[in-house]
């Protein structure tokens, strides 16, 4: 089944073989164009997933099975790890609560890995904002905002600029890499020099 899907999305016009060999004969300009139509793909099917796991939550469907929750469930029904289970099983009790951050994700607009990273601290009022940033920023800063939000609740979500902070520290060469918005970075330049 999986190779049935995969094969169009791979062939190259008139040619016909494996799928690595049809991923082979790909230019480079198709390579990325497929990766980037599979990537929305594979981010609409996890939310059509998470959005069916909220229901069977909802509806504890699980435990006609014999199962005593959602995650355990999946585990054993679908051959996932435990991570994997507890992630979608998190995200899918939470899809309900958060229309547009799911509709985002079932569109194929942000990744899995964008709407887990926000959907705790995500609220009716902040997920429209959320939504917003997460199109724009990696998952890492979407941490930073979603733990940003912990600290604060009822603020309003970080905007793009904000969000877009960062800091790294190597101990063993003595570096720091910062990101910051202009205002800040413009402050710590003037200080630096």
């Known amino acids: 089944m999986v190779t049935t899907v995969l094969r169009p999305m791979l062939e190259a016009p008139d040619k016909a073989g494996t799928v690595i ?39 504890q469907l699980y435990r006609a099975e014999g199962a005593t929750g959602l995650e355990p469930w999946a585990v054993e029904r679908f051959g996932v790890s435990v991570p994997t289970a507890r992630a979608l099983a998190e995200v899918g009790t939470r899809a309900w609560d958060l229309p547009q ?39 890492r800063q979407l941490g930073d905002v979603a733990r940003e939000g912990a600290r604060a609740p009822g603020q309003a979500p970080l905007s793009r600029e904000s969000s877009r902070r960062s800091l790294r520290c ?24």
């Open 101 to 139: 951050l799911t509709e985002a994700l079932c569109g194929g607009e942000v990744s899995f890995d964008k709407v887990r990273a926000v959907a705790e601290v995500a609220t009716a009022e902040s997920e429209g904002g959320l939504c917003e940033v997460a199109r724009d920023c990696s998952v």
């Open 170 to 193: 190597n101990d063993h060469v003595g570096t720091l890499t910062v990101q910051l918005a202009p205002a800040p970075y413009a402050e710590a330049k003037g200080v630096l020099e």
């Open 21 to 59: 060999g049809d991923a082979a004969a790909l230019s480079d300009e198709e390579v990325m164009s497929r990766l980037d139509g599979l990537f929305g793909h594979k981010a609409a099917l996890e939310g059509a997933i998470v959005v069916l796991l909220g229901e069977v939550e909802r509806r």
